[in-house]
């Protein structure tokens, strides 16, 4: 079995999940409404506050299926009830962030201001030299931070650019003079 597909979804109060034919799965929360298209051999069920996931055989790709479909609809519950969020630095000198409307300014050293629109359903607030990306579907808060930190990626030698908050960049020495 897997460990992780066995496990039951609580669902919090005011979460609301309803399962369609075929798998189609809907998430309303206090935060917004996730809707999911999962795999149909995978068993979806109701059973008052918990939502379990059981699959049909033991074959290699169920067995992958059975975790993955799990973690989706728990990952659309928490959306919905806590939202996610992922926290930017933007490290050296001269690179800074600006927020107007839902445009997203970023001077990082190049000849020209990059400039990011905010994809529907992401939010991101710029503090000082952090950037948060806020949303309630994980997987395009994810995905966007990262086209964020690609615009400057951080680099070994002094760790200018943009990483994770809890990134951990691995400095490297830089030349060595001649004796």
């Known amino acids: 079995m897997s460990r992780i597909g066995r496990m039951p979804i609580a669902i919090p109060a005011g979460v609301t999940v ?28 109701l059973e008052g506050a918990d939502i379990t996931v059981s699959r049909p055989n033991d074959l290699k790709k169920m067995k992958s299926l059975h975790g993955l479909t799990r973690t989706l609809i728990n990952n659309m519950v928490t959306g919905v009830s806590a939202g996610y969020e992922k926290k930017l630095e933007v490290n050296g000198v001269g690179y800074r962030a600006a927020k107007s409307g839902k445009k997203l300014t970023l001077s990082l050293g190049y000849s020209h201001p990059v400039e990011m629109e905010d994809p529907e359903g992401i939010e991101t607030v710029v503090e000082g030299n952090t950037i948060t990306v806020k949303g309630i ?41 001649k004796k």
């Open 18 to 45: 309803d399962i369609a034919e075929n798998n189609k799965v809907t998430v309303k929360g206090p935060k917004g409404t996730l809707e999911r298209v999962l795999p149909k051999e995978m068993e979806i069920k």
């Open 137 to 177: 579907d994980k997987e395009k808060v994810g995905q966007f931070a990262a086209e964020i930190r690609d615009k400057r990626r951080p680099e070994p030698y002094k760790g200018k650019g943009i990483k994770y908050a809890d990134e951990v960049i691995r400095r490297k020495e830089g030349k060595t003079g």
